[in-house]
């Protein structure tokens, strides 16, 4: 059985910063990308952030490039998300997903975690 799950969700101030956490299990984490996405009540899903296959190769969307970092450790089956400089309108449920292409949009992912809620307000 598939499962992504992700956590480190929060309430926090502009400015500030979270990490979110998303664990796999149930298909072979390293031969898959994993991805990040966003979604509030007023945009589609939006893409964030996703690790290709090889630790290295990574590529971000415009609005968090150079804010957020994506990184996965392979021997844990985990993706992580450090956001810095957080703003308002980051506000929204982050969901954890996994293709078995490098594709920088929702139809691509194969496999979704059920997302984690970030609120950034003052």
């Known amino acids: 059985q598939v499962q992504l799950v992700e956590s480190g969700g929060g309430l926090v101030q502009p400015g500030e910063s979270l990490t979110l956490t998303c664990v796999a299990s149930?298909?072979?984490?390293?031969?898959?990308?994993v991805a990040w996405f966003r979604q509030t009540a007023e945009k589609d899903r939006e893409f964030v952030a996703i690790?290709?296959?090889?630790?290295?190769?990574?590529y971000y969307g415009d609005s968090v490039n150079g804010r957020f970092t994506i990184s996965r450790d392979n021997t844990k089956n985990t993706v992580y998300l450090q956001m810095n400089d957080l703003k308002p309108e980051d506000t929204g449920v982050y969901y954890c997903?996994?293709?078995?292409?490098?594709?920088?949009?929702?139809?691509?992912?194969?496999?979704w975690g059920q997302g984690t809620q970030v609120t950034v307000s003052s």
């Open positions: 149930g298909f072979t984490f390293s031969n898959f990308a």
């Open positions: 690790n290709s296959f090889s630790v290295q190769v990574k």
């Open positions: 997903a996994a293709s078995t292409g490098v594709v920088v949009a929702a139809w691509g992912m194969d496999y």
